[in-house]
């Protein structure tokens, strides 16, 4: 397992953009987002694979959101443009094999709050 540690979330207005930043302590196959509103599951938002650099990305954010990497510092960012009142949600950082479910994923961040008001 990784230790991670998520930073950037905050409140923004509909339209409006923010960047996530996930820290890791070391290497893994795969980093991704999920994120979670309270009473419900927590949710596939994006993946990418460390060595190849391959992108996954739900429905709902396709083409709004982009997640990236460096290697040099293992660090992974989610840049969200164009928010909605929808996106806000508990956005966390996750290392593992990398897939849909959290169950592909072994280590999690504590989880950064991002709120879009309209």
């Known amino acids: 397992q990784v230790q991670l540690v998520e930073s950037g979330g905050g409140s923004v207005q509909a339209g409006g953009s923010l960047r996530l930043s996930c820290a890791g302590s070391?290497?893994?196959?795969?980093m991704g987002w999920f994120r979670q509103v309270l009473g419900k599951e927590r949710e596939f938002v994006a993946d990418?694979?460390?060595?190849?650099?391959?992108?996954r990305y739900a429905d709902s954010v396709k083409g709004r959101f982009t997640i990236s990497r460096d290697n040099s510092k293992n660090m992974v960012y989610l840049q969200m443009d164009s928010l909605k009142p929808e996106d806000t949600a508990v956005y966390y950082c996750a290392a593992g094999l990398g897939g849909l479910v959290p169950t592909r994923f072994d280590s999690w961040g504590q989880g950064t709050q991002v709120t879009v008001s309209s």
């Open positions: 990418i694979s460390w060595i190849r650099g391959s992108e």
């Open positions: 070391g290497r893994t196959f795969s």
